[in-house]
Nanobody
């Protein structure tokens, strides 16, 4: 089963940027869809950016135009470039198979101050 290790989170002021990375193991990059999720305090985990077979990238409306998903298959790594961050982006961010996740990694905390 695939395993994921996320990194790159931190504390940033509103309007700032962060780049998250997620390295996968276990043959993950043979799956057709992988994405970034986030879970804010007291809220359900939500899928915010994902890629499906064929390379189409999709974004939740809440992050469209601010977040950019990318992947490097050679490094088994996916990235999430987050620009113009808002306090409502504060959450723990995870990567996993899109829509049908495997076991969750520890995630990386993103905190955006106003």
């Amino acid at each position: 089963q695939a395993q994921f290790v996320e990194s790159g989170g931190g504390l940033v002021q509103a309007g700032g940027s962060l780049r998250l990375s997620c390295t996968a193991s276990g043959g993950t990059f043979n799956i057709n869809a992988i994405g970034w999720y986030r879970q804010a305090p007291g809220k359900q985990r939500e899928l915010v950016a994902w890629i499906v077979g064929g390379g189409r990238i999709n974004y939740a409306d809440s992050v469209k135009g601010r977040f950019t998903f990318s992947r490097d298959n050679a490094k088994n790594t996916v990235y999430l470039q987050m620009n113009n961050l808002k306090p409502e982006d504060t959450a723990v961010y995870y990567c996993n198979r899109a829509f049908f996740p495997f076991a969750w990694g520890q995630g990386t905390q993103v905190t955006v101050s106003s």
